[in-house]
């Protein structure tokens, strides 16, 4: 498969329809106190920066690199979009985004995903790309429907 991740997309159809669909999966699997995923707007902010992914003028996926601070960088929005689940699409976006921050002198990349069994996969795939269970970042709190998961970048 070819694919071409670009920095943006927020402003298409496509992009906005899938991270639609990424906050809606959220609230099936966590409850609302719970739910740390970013919506569109907040996405758009100063401090993050947002990639889509393509293929023959498909989304195929997303994902977000958001500064928690100088030297750390939070994944945010990781999001396949449904005909290209388990292609390759996440980890590609996951090393695009590794690479990113590693280039922006990040040390440290965390993140925080659900514990629900929907969410299984994407521990998954952090796990393979080097990353380990954390206890809680910048302004998250212990919570039983979060884990939270960090590598560093040598």
């Known amino acids: 498969m070819t694919l071409q991740v670009r920095e943006g997309g927020l402003d298409t159809p496509e992009v906005r329809s899938l991270l639609t669909l990424h906050l809606r999966s959220m609230a099936a699997h966590s409850p609302p106190e719970s739910i740390h995923a970013l919506p569109l707007d907040e996405l758009a902010r100063p401090g993050i920066s947002f990639w889509s992914a393509w293929s023959h003028g498909r989304l195929a996926g997303c994902g977000a690199l958001k500064a928690v601070g100088p030297r750390h960088g939070e994944i945010k929005a990781m999001r396949t979009a449904e005909e290209f689940l ?8 996951l090393e695009h985004i590794i690479e990113a921050a590693r280039s922006r002198g990040s ?3 965390s993140l925080e995903t659900g514990t629900a069994d929907a969410f299984r996969p994407a521990q998954q795939l952090y796990l393979k790309h080097g990353f380990g269970y954390s ?4 302004d998250y709190a212990p919570d039983p429907f979060s884990v939270f998961m960090e590598r560093g970048l040598p």
């Open 107 to 109: 040390e440290r990349l």
């Open 86 to 93: 388990r292609q390759g699409v996440a980890a590609a976006i």
């Open 135 to 138: 206890e809680p970042f910048a």
